[in-house]
């Protein structure tokens, strides 16, 4: 039963998505909600005949079959309202007849990315994007929406129901859009995808599973772009890299106790190899191109850090590369970054210069590292930096870090 338990709760995770996805292309974004409901009946159906009768030979078949019927019942009764009754009411004719969802691997593949664009749609807040994104196309419940959120349940049922509202308020359809505005458009979606990957690499909830989960499925989103001509660009190939290469140190920039665990003090031995092959392939495949945008830098930005030799060329390729991440786009974190790799290549004052120079007082990794580059120079004022930077800190993990620091500085 357990054993049974587990393995329909990963069909939820693997095919949720899939079939709400298929269903709201039929029958488009206004019935989003709808697919919703029926997929989740069919989960549950599935639960029921499952636990007394046993898992059947083709799940997934088995799936696609009930909600096939399903979808089928929900709206030939809608259309029974339609020709029978709204006639009479309103004098509108009656729409056309049912068509039948098409749970083909090839239609499910278009759908998903039909939704991405969808989802990913500038009339919607990034917030709630994200949110979506989660819901629709990873297939994860309210409960591990609000617990990645660190927020309570009727605050993401409130937020999805504004976003589903935009949907249907913006008129959004379920098509790839024009040509002309694709490139647009892929920059948004690549966008949120990486921000769905960092709700997981910097996740401030304590499940480590679903830390796990979230970049996992960001990843699937980035892959599912290359399996579509138009979508397999370089800027996407570089995304996948940068998300493997991360993707590839999360063992072991965690300690047991779930603790953040600095780059230079992590085990090497815990890095994914075969992500970090995966990185390199999607890097290579991404030089194709002539266009270099932020996924690129950032990529070899990555890449450097999965060599853990600490030489002076690695540092001064990093610093070159961080240069030309803020010639084409500023961020503080990248700034903040660049500092670090210049306190390796020309040591502490120069990059202390810098730092007072950045100045971004509401930022606790600022005010961490800002106490690094002071702790063998100036020790009490570095002291004032790690402690303003734990009155700053959120998470409990953090600010024991961060204490640990201090009393260093102590001995």
Request: hydrophobic share 40%; proline share 4%.
């Amino acid at each position: 039963m357990t054993s049974s338990s587990e393995s329909l709760k990963q069909l939820f995770q693997e095919e949720f998505a899939k079939m709400v996805a298929v269903i709201s292309r039929l029958y488009g974004l206004q019935f989003i909600e709808t697919a919703e409901d029926i997929v989740s009946d069919t989960f549950l159906t599935a639960s029921e005949h499952w636990g007394t009768r046993g898992m059947p030979a083709n799940p997934r078949a088995w799936l696609y079959t009930v909600a096939k019927q399903k979808t089928l019942y929900h709206f030939r009764r809608q259309q029974l309202f339609d020709q029978k009754i709204r006639p009479a009411i309103s004098h509108e004719q009656p729409k056309s007849e049912e068509q039948e969802p098409d749970f083909s691997p090839q239609h499910i593949r278009d759908s998903q990315l039909q939704m991405l664009f969808a989802i990913c749609n500038p009339a919607i807040a990034a917030e709630a994007q994200i949110g979506l994104a989660l819901r629709i196309l990873c297939g994860f419940g309210i409960d591990e929406i609000s617990e990645a959120f660190l927020t309570n349940k009727e605050t993401i049922n409130k937020r999805l129901f504004r976003a589903k509202e935009k949907l249907r308020e913006e008129n959004i359809s379920l098509e790839f859009p024009p040509e002309a505005e694709l490139p647009g458009r892929l920059d948004r979606v690549l966008h949120i995808i990486y921000l769905l990957f960092n709700e997981g690499y910097y996740s401030k909830t304590q499940n480590r599973v679903l830390q796990q989960e979230l970049c996992v499925e960001a990843l699937k989103l980035g892959l599912l772009l290359t399996e579509y001509e138009k979508t397999n660009l370089p800027e996407t190939q570089a995304l996948i890299a940068l998300m493997c290469f991360h993707a590839s140190r999360f063992e072991a920039r965690l300690s047991s106790d779930d603790g953040l665990i600095l780059y230079e003090d992590q085990d090497e031995s815990k890095w994914d190899r075969q992500l970090i092959h995966q990185g390199i392939h999607y890097l290579k495949l991404s030089a194709s191109g002539d266009q270099l945008s932020n996924w690129h830098i950032e990529a070899r930005i990555a890449s450097w850090h999965s060599i853990r030799e600490d030489s002076p060329e690695k540092w001064e390729q990093i610093l070159q590369l961080y240069d030309q991440l803020l010639a084409l786009k500023f961020s503080p974190g990248a700034a903040l970054n660049r500092i670090y790799a210049l306190y390796k290549v020309k040591g502490s004052g120069e990059a202390l210069e810098a730092a007072m120079a950045l100045n971004i007082p509401q930022n606790h990794f600022y005010w961490l590292l800002l106490g690094e580059l002071q702790a063998d120079t100036d020790p009490q004022q570095a002291a004032i930096s790690f402690k303003k930077a734990l009155s700053l800190a959120r998470t409990t993990t953090e600010k024991e870090g961060i204490s640990r620091k201090i009393a260093l500085l102590k001995k």
